[in-house]
């Protein structure tokens, strides 16, 4: 009997593998796991740059780096969007993608800054109609900086978006963050 049920879950287990082998195109963009880097093991399934900060001022990754954002529908590839917080306050946010397959909130722009020879663009999420906004603005009501950083070679360039909400960090903080992007490669 137990050599039956041996059988069995052996001939369960090869059904899966085939069932793999065939399905091997969807299973292009599902990250390689094992590194204990959770932005390396993205960067073995994506065609675009990974970077990854080295400096997140103090906030810790929370959760997975990398929730399939994307629609089904969706020629993209796997987003990049790591969480980082300090304490139980969430900091900022890290998205990575070319495409990105998700918005962001809208807001007024409020500085530009230099990221790794690119043009950044500062946005503050202010209330409607915006006058007046300023850089200060991020912290008070949020907001992002956008940049598209340069391809490693042999993969393409990316569109980065550090995000912050209300109290979060600051723009200046933003660029700091940004400016410690590496890629991986």
């Known amino acids: ?21 065939v399905t091997g195109s969807a ?15 993205l ?8 970077y990854q900060p080295s400096n997140t001022l103090g906030g810790k ?27 139980n306050r969430p900091r900022f946010s890290i998205s990575e993608a070319n495409p990105l397959c998700f ?7 409020v500085g530009t800054s230099s990221i790794l020879g690119r043009t ?11 006058n007046g906004c300023s850089r200060n603005d991020v912290f008070t009501y949020g907001g992002n900086l956008r940049v598209k950083l340069p391809a490693a ?6 569109d980065v978006v550090i995000e912050t909400l209300q109290k979060g960090i600051t723009a200046s903080q933003l660029e700091i963050i940004a400016k410690s992007l590496r890629p991986l490669q």
Do not use: H
Request: hydrophobic content about 40%; aromatic content about 8%.
């Open 61 to 87: 990754l929370t959760g997975s780096p990398y929730p399939n954002w994307c629609s089904a529908g969706s020629n993209a590839e796997q987003n990049l969007s790591a969480n980082y917080s300090k304490g």
């Open 103 to 109: 918005d962001f909130a809208v807001g007024v722009k």
């Open 153 to 158: 070679k042999g993969l393409r360039e990316t």
């Open 27 to 41: 299973q292009a963009a599902v990250p390689a796991m094992g590194t204990g880097n959770p932005y390396q093991d």
């Open 43 to 50: 960067q073995t399934g994506v065609s675009y740059t990974v």
């Open 120 to 130: 950044a663009v500062i946005t503050a999420y202010c209330p409607p109609p915006g």
């Open 1 to 21: 009997m137990r050599l039956k049920a041996l059988s069995l879950a052996a001939a369960a287990v090869a059904v899966v593998a085939t069932g793999a082998l």
